[in-house]
Nanobody, 124 residues
Framework: QVQLVESGGGLVQAGGSLRLSCAAS????????MGWFRQAPGKEREFAAA????????YYADSVKGRFTISRDNAKNTMSLQMTSLKPEDTAVYYC?????????????????WGQGTQVTVSS
């Protein structure tokens, strides 16, 4: 069992930056592939970024590539998403998720545990 808690969301102007954090409970954090998803009002949840168990492999959606950076600290059971050059279309609730299974990293069904989400709003 893994419990995930996101923090760091807020209101920022276009072009600004935010850093999201995800704190995980449990001693097996390092065994999970971790991901960030986001969901805007009226839209489906979509993949943003993911990172392998050791941090050596990272994956990004085309829409955030070059602007967002995912990282993890297995010693502290935390994961982060550094977001720069934010755009109004980045506005969404951002969720962190943990996966112990197989399948495409962009697929929500792969992930076993989810946080409650944190709101990110980018004003134009």
């Amino acid at each position: 069992q893994v419990q995930l808690v996101e923090s760091g969301g807020g209101l920022v102007q276009a072009g600004g930056s935010l850093r999201l954090s995800c704190a995980a409970s449990g001693r097996t954090f390092s065994r999970y592939l971790m991901g960030w998803f986001r969901q805007a009002p009226g839209k489906e949840r979509e993949f943003a970024a993911a990172i392998g168990w050791s941090g050596g492999s990272t994956y990004y959606a085309d829409s955030v590539k070059g602007r967002f950076t995912i990282s993890r600290d297995n010693a502290k059971n935390t994961m982060s998403l550094q977001m720069t050059s934010l755009k109004p279309e980045d506005t969404a609730v951002y969720y962190c998720a943990a996966s112990s299974g197989l399948g495409p990293v962009i697929t929500p069904k792969r992930y076993d545990y989810w946080g409650q989400g944190t709101q990110v709003t980018v004003s134009s």
